[in-house]
């Protein structure tokens, strides 16, 4: 049961990376002070705001939309991959994400 827990908490996760980066653009068309007080980063500060009246850190929100931007396959395959292993936990999935990344650089 634990492991369906996390995984369930995976894709969540995952889905939240989707929406935060989609606040850029859902908030580009919302009126706002801030916009007028920081006119050239008025996308990002909304998105910050946004972010932080929801209790989301940047941190845990850039790790959201890191695993949004692997696609759904290869998201469900390291899934698989590490819970057929001996440590199949967010810290252990998100770890063998950031190796992948680190890689492909």
């Given at each position: ?23 850029e ?21 909304s ?7 929801a ?45 992948q ?5």
């Amino acid at each position: 049961m634990q492991d369906d827990v996390t995984e369930y908490h995976l894709y969540a996760t995952r889905q939240m990376g989707v929406i935060s980066s989609n606040l850029e653009k859902a908030s580009a068309g919302r009126p706002s002070i801030d916009k007028e007080i920081c006119a050239g980063s008025a996308h990002i500060f909304s998105k910050t705001n946004e972010l932080e009246n929801a209790g989301i850190t940047p941190r845990r929100a850039y790790e959201a939309e890191k695993l949004a931007e692997l696609s759904a396959d290869e998201f469900a395959e390291i899934i698989e991959r590490q819970r057929r292993g001996d440590n199949f936990t967010k810290t252990a999935v998100m770890k063998e994400i950031k190796k992948q990344w680190r890689q492909s650089y």
